[in-house]
């Protein structure tokens, strides 16, 4: 059974940091495009961030282009992302997600394993 877990969520001020992590028990995770995606109640899933599997280019939401940073560890099967200058309005819980030997996509659908979730809150 595949598993993807989210860790590193928190409480922090606006202006801080914090770095995500999602530890996956994919085989070959060097083969999947891995993303991560952020979800407020009662709004749609939002896109923030892929990685693609082959050449490792990334890919941001114009909201977190220049503040958060994704990378991946394939010796270790997991995915980062770092958060800076964090703001109010990217409170959200934070899914990490995965599909194999595709090109990164911003669609949710796009995703074919997807992990829990972790609780980021930035208050002013």
């Known amino acids: 059974q595949v598993q993807l877990v989210e860790s590193g969520g928190g409480m922090v001020q606006a202006g801080a940091s914090l770095r995500l992590s999602c530890a996956s028990s994919?085989?070959?995770?060097?083969?999947?495009?891995m993303a991560w995606f952020r979800q407020d109640p009662g709004k749609e899933r939002e896109f923030v961030s892929a990685i693609g599997w082959k050449s490792g280019d990334t890919y941001y939401a114009d909201s977190v282009k220049g503040r958060f940073t994704i990378s991946r560890d394939n010796a270790k099967n997991t995915l980062y992302l770092q958060l800076n200058s964090l703001q109010p309005e990217d409170t959200a819980v934070y899914h990490c997600?995965?599909?194999?030997?595709?090109?990164?996509?911003?669609?949710?659908?796009?995703?074919?394993?997807w992990g829990q979730g972790t609780q980021v809150t930035v208050s002013s």
């Open positions: 994919l085989r070959d995770f060097n083969r999947y495009t």
């Open positions: 997600a995965a599909n194999y030997l595709t090109i990164p996509t911003m669609t949710p659908s796009g995703y074919a394993y």
